[in-house]
């Protein structure tokens, strides 16, 4: 067998991945993710355990009439058969052998000591255990990859039986033998070393499954493919227990953009970024924002001396262009802005300045007074984009006056509290009184103010507060801190984000929430 065939990306999110702790995957989650793992356009997805939980029984089950896979084909993880028993009569191995998968991914033992304390057999047996489970697949017709488990470990503490359950494998038809680094203890330096040996000696096809306890998941995956491994193993996001695997995106990218080695489909890179974000949604863990490439701060700049650079070249302080794994650039709007900054910021939102350097220099400076009194706009475009319009048209937009606001929350004993908004405002020459209900202070301000607006403008019934976040900014002041809130709103469209700051959560949340519809029925309006 050619050992330097067509290179493997498998991807084992929905079998590793989900030993993820707090992550739990349902079978339409699974098939879900496979559907995007295939968009992306890995090789090999690895689907679970069949036979082992009931819930990967029926997601090969249904995979067989509900996945249609273009670029993927599915692999079934299992181990091979039990000491003493014939690998056509285990029940185990038959799940794998009726999983409807083409291929079989077995995990076996290759460090001694796990063979004897934790499978209690032989060291024979372990090397009969793997030799009849991947001849019986086989005969049935099915493709066999080897997870060498603990193999680096097993490799210190004993070569040469480590090297002989790969020979053992190799010589009973698994096409590709993956080192794992079960532990995920190792360098690269030293995957390198023991990729290059096991090549020379075991004379095998060498594929690499890492873990990242050292934060070397990727590298020591990108050093094993160096020294001559030509399957890659790792999870979308990183998703694995404790530390996570190799984040899949990551390998790939630096193979691709980095190493100049295709190892996807033509085009589909550019798939990675909405790809790793909707399974992030699915698994309902939120994306990484410092994400390598795929992070929304990835490429995101914040110093004015960067900003000043990028608005000459953008390489100067990206190492590549976004686009090419469906990332953006991105100006954070701080009190470390510069000028060019604001302009790029401002770009960004559609609003030109270049020509007027003295409104640049007004809004820099007013965004730095704001975000000394606690405001921040990194995270509030919506609230940026108010402050912008101000400044350029000189009126901030308005589509409301208010008169007051209150609220009130009263509890009695042996009852839930109950808390009483009420909002006076004026809107298109109308004065409006309302009052609303919420399970909060906040939630019934929210309930009030939309229900007075919307008897003037009834688009803000498609707005609903999907996010709120409260940070107190000098602790030092006890209950007398200044307080920061974000909300995010949407309309179902589209999401944005406003700030409010104030000497109180109520105070700092109404602003949050008047910026938030002000934002969003200017949205309307445009």
Not at 55 to 71: G, H, M, Q, W, Y
Not at 77 to 90: K, L, P, S
Not at 118 to 135: G, S, Y
């Amino acid at each position: 067998m050619d050992l330097h065939g067509d290179f493997h990306v498998y991807d084992t999110t929905l079998r590793d991945g989900a030993q993820q702790e707090g992550l739990s995957l349902s079978v339409a989650d699974k098939l879900s993710i496979a559907r995007q793992l295939d968009d992306l356009g890995v090789g090999y997805i690895e689907g679970g355990w069949p036979g082992a939980n009931p819930k990967d029984t029926e997601f090969f089950r249904r995979a067989v009439d509900e996945l249609d896979l273009r670029n993927a084909r599915l692999a079934a993880f299992g181990a091979t058969r039990r000491a003493g028993v014939r690998a056509a009569d285990d029940p185990l191995v038959a799940a794998l052998r009726d999983s409807g998968a083409s291929v079989v991914t077995l995990v076996a033992k290759s460090h001694d000591r796990h063979v004897e304390l934790a499978l209690r057999t032989t060291l024979e047996e372990n090397l009969a255990m793997i030799r009849d489970t991947v001849t019986h697949l086989r005969e049935e017709g099915q493709t066999v990859f080897l997870d060498a488990e603990h193999f680096f470990d097993g490799y210190r503490a004993n070569r040469d039986y480590a090297l002989e359950v790969l020979r053992t494998a190799y010589g009973a038809g698994a096409e590709v033998i993956a080192l794992c680094d079960t532990n995920g203890g190792m360098l690269p330096g030293w995957v390198a070393d023991v990729v290059h040996d096991v090549r020379e000696h075991a004379q095998v096809r060498v594929g690499i499954h890492c873990h990242n306890d050292t934060g070397c998941a990727v590298a020591n995956t990108l050093a094993a493919v160096d020294a001559g491994a030509t399957h890659v193993q790792g999870t979308i996001n990183g998703y694995g227990e404790r530390t996570g695997n190799a984040d899949l995106v990551s390998v790939v990218a630096n193979l691709e953009l980095k190493l100049d080695r295709r190892v996807l489909p033509q085009g589909l890179l550019g798939e990675a970024t909405r790809i790793a974000h909707a399974v992030a949604e699915v698994t309902n863990f939120p994306p990484a924002s410092r994400q390598p490439y795929v992070g929304s701060s990835a490429f995101t700049h914040k110093a004015g001396l960067h900003a000043s650079a990028i608005k000459v070249d953008p390489d100067l302080y990206q190492h590549m262009d976004p686009s090419g794994v469906g990332n953006d650039m991105r100006l954070l709007v701080s009190d470390m802005a510069g000028r060019a900054s604001i302009e790029l910021k401002g770009r960004e939102l559609g609003f030109d300045l270049s020509g007027d350097r003295e409104l640049v220099t007004r809004i820099t400076e007013r965004v730095k007074v704001l975000e000394n009194r606690g405001y921040t706009f990194e995270a509030a475009d919506a609230s940026f984009e108010l402050l912008l319009v101000e400044e350029v048209e000189g009126a901030r937009p308005s589509y409301f006056e208010v008169e007051s606001w209150r609220v009130i929350t009263e509890t009695r004993p042996g009852a839930d509290a109950v808390s009483e908004a009420t909002v006076k405002l004026r809107a298109d020459g109308v004065r409006y009184v309302q009052t609303g209900e919420g399970n909060g202070p906040v939630n019934a301000l929210d309930q009030a103010l939309r229900e007075a607006i919307g008897l003037a403008y009834p688009g803000v019934a498609k707005f609903e507060l999907i996010d709120y976040k409260v940070r107190i900014l000098d602790q030092g002041h006890g209950t007398d801190a200044i307080t920061r809130v974000l909300i995010e709103t949407t309309d179902g469209e589209a999401s944005w984000v406003t700030v409010g700051v104030g000497a109180n959560v109520i105070e700092a949340s109404w602003g949050a929430l008047v910026d938030g519809v002000t934002f969003g029925l200017r949205r309307q309006e445009a």
